[in-house]
């Protein structure tokens, strides 16, 4: 069973930085596209950047030049660098993988960001 675990949430200052991370495991292929996602209270869950096994990359326009993704396909693993981060980004950030012929999606189980003023 292909599972997605997130790390490297927390609390932090605005202007600050984190690094979120989410390694597959249980997998057998590698995700044609790795995102990453974003829910805060009240609100509906968001695209918020996104890499293809080819690297090319995706950004919501909130986050352009101040988060960065990344990935490892050897590891099956994305990376999310968040910096200049700002109150409105506090959200549960969630991984998610897409996997292509056929068609599969797998969400990781969310990791908590706190951005304080």
């Known amino acids: 069973q292909v599972q997605l675990v997130e790390s490297g949430g927390g609390l932090v200052r605005a202007g600050g930085s984190l690094r979120l991370s989410c390694a597959a495991s249980?997998?057998?292929?590698?995700?044609?596209?790795m995102s990453w996602y974003r829910q805060a209270p009240g609100k509906q869950r968001e695209l918020v950047a996104t890499?293809?096994?080819?690297?090319?990359?995706n950004y919501a326009d909130s986050v352009k030049g101040r988060f960065t993704i990344s990935r490892v396909n050897a590891k099956n693993s994305v990376y999310l660098q968040m910096d200049s981060l700002k109150p409105e980004d506090t959200a549960v950030y969630y991984c998610n993988g897409k996997r292509t012929l056929p068609w599969s999606e797998y969400w990781g189980q969310g990791t908590q960001v706190t951005v304080s003023s």
């Open positions: 890499i293809s096994s080819g690297g090319n990359t």
């Open positions: 249980g997998s057998t292929f590698s995700f044609a596209f």
